[in-house]
């Protein structure tokens, strides 16, 4: 009984500070023009899965966004109206870029590198299909959003991880509201009782899967969006690791937003100077002209 009230403490904590990640798994959006390819593998398990957003009329070597949920490591879904309608609806369908909505496997089932190596298996494969879809495998971005901001600031800060699954180097990165940019550190002090089942208690592993600790040079260019809102330091990772990776000759730009963590994913696409902001900085990768 008292396993099963921690269980459930957990799961009403993350609902509580994830209400995204506990909604019900949704289907695909579907808007006028926009052609989904659903549910492309990138490897045999049934949660190693993409969602590609064409838009519709693809231009040759178009730009590619590869979008990754969160969810606390532990749950959420690609095609969650979060994660994808206003993202489409801005990138796809109004400036013709190319969205990836990337699954992966979840903690407990993996650990956290290996959901960090499956969004780089899904990276390797939608550069090896790019130019079927009409995209350009140099022009990728990626994004994520809560634990998929963590899991793509990982990749950034230590692409040898992605080099061994096949990926190969994309242009820029955003993270969208993560607090574990420095894993080790969050572990050593208070935090919520989630982070101790996605974890663990080994501090060789935290430091393995923290970006703070894992950073290399030669990252590429990062724009890290955090909650103001928040009260678990999410802001002050994205500075101090936009510090790091300055001091190693990389390229960091810390966007702070007044609002929640589930509005920095659910509001981004949606007009306004939050979306410019994500908007320039994409544009200053790809070389698109774009719109906000």
């Not at 959420?76 to 992966?104: F, N, T």
């Not at 979840?106 to 298996?121: E, S, T």
């Not at 079927?132 to 040898?160: E, K, N, Y």
């Not at 180097?169 to 955003?174: A, E, K, R, S």
Request: hydrophobic share 45%; proline share 8%; with cysteine.
């Amino acid at each position: 009984m008292t396993r099963l009230l921690q269980i459930c403490a957990a799961w009403l904590c993350m609902a509580a500070f994830f209400p995204a990640a506990a909604q019900p798994s949704g289907s695909p959006i579907s808007l006028p023009g926009v052609r989904l390819l659903a549910d492309q593998p990138y490897g045999p398990d049934a949660r190693q899965r993409m969602d590609v957003y064409l838009p519709p009329k693809v231009q040759h070597g178009a730009p590619v966004l590869v979008m990754v949920h969160g969810g606390a490591w532990m749950l959420g879904d690609k095609a969650a109206a979060s994660v994808v309608d206003r993202k489409v609806e801005h990138w796809v369908r109004e400036q013709g870029l190319i969205l990836v909505s990337v699954g992966y496997r979840f903690v407990p089932q993996v650990d956290v590198m290996q959901q960090a190596q499956d969004v780089a298996r899904a990276v390797a494969t939608a550069q090896a299909n790019a130019p079927s879809w009409g995209g350009d495998a140099g022009r990728f971005v990626l994004m994520g959003h809560s634990a998929g901001a963590h899991l793509v600031a990982l990749l950034s800060a230590s692409p040898s991880i992605a080099r061994q699954q096949g990926a190969r180097p994309w242009l820029g990165t955003v993270a969208l509201d993560s607090a574990a940019l420095d894993t080790a550190a969050l572990m050593q002090r208070r935090h919520m009782p989630f982070y101790d089942r996605v974890f663990g208690s080994d501090p060789a592993f935290w430091r393995s899967v923290s970006p703070s600790d894992a950073l290399a040079p030669g990252a590429p260019p990062m724009l890290l969006v955090c909650s103001t809102q928040r009260r678990d330091g999410s802001c002050t990772q994205a500075r101090q690791f936009a510090a790091r990776i300055g001091a190693t000759g990389g390229r960091a730009e810390v966007v702070p937003e007044d609002l929640s963590h589930a509005q920095i994913n659910d509001e981004l696409g949606q007009p306004g100077a939050y979306t410019s902001a994500v908007d320039a900085f994409v544009r200053s990768l790809t070389g698109t002209p774009g719109r906000s």
